[in-house]
C-alpha cells in the first residue's frame, strides 16, 4: 500500500475558490482503480492550511492517478491560486494496525 500525506498552505482568501476544484477532484479520484481512501481537510485551527491523505493500493496506482484529466484539471486551477508553501510525501506501506473502529 501507498500512503500520501500533505498540506498546503494558502495565502488568506483563497481556500474557498480551492474548494470547488477540490471537491471534483476528490469525487473523481475515488473512482479510480486502485485508490483506497481520497480525501483534503482544512484545518481546524488554521483555515489557510489545506491537507490531503490517499491511500492507493499500490504504486502503479498511484501512477495512473498523476495521468488521469482530473489531476491535469486539477493542476490548472491550483496553478492559479495564491499557494505560500506545500509539501506532499508518498510512503510505501509495509505494515498495519488497526488502531481504532473497523
Known amino acids: ?3 500520501v500525506e500533505g498540506w498546503a498552505r494558502l495565502a488568506p482568501g483563497e481556500a ?3 474548494h ?3 471537491r471534483k477532484m476528490a469525487e473523481e479520484t475515488r473512482k479510480e482503480t486502485g485508490c483506497l481512501e481520497y480525501a483534503f481537510s482544512q484545518d481546524l485551527a488554521d483555515p ?3 491537507r490531503v491523505i490517499e491511500r492507493w493500493e499500490d ?3 498511484l501512477t495512473a492517478h498523476f495521468a488521469t484529466p482530473h ?3 486539477f ?3 491550483m496553478a492559479n491560486a495564491k499557494v505560500v508553501g506545500a509539501s506532499v510525501k508518498a510512503y510505501k506501506c509495509e505494515f498495519l494496525r488497526t488502531l481504532a473502529g473497523g
Open 48 to 50: 489557510d492550511l489545506v
Open 20 to 22: 470547488a476544484a477540490a
Open 16 to 18: 474557498a475558490r480551492f
Open 71 to 73: 489531476m491535469k484539471e
Open 1 to 3: 500500500m501507498i500512503i
Open 75 to 77: 493542476n490548472a486551477a
Open 59 to 61: 504504486e502503479a496506482a
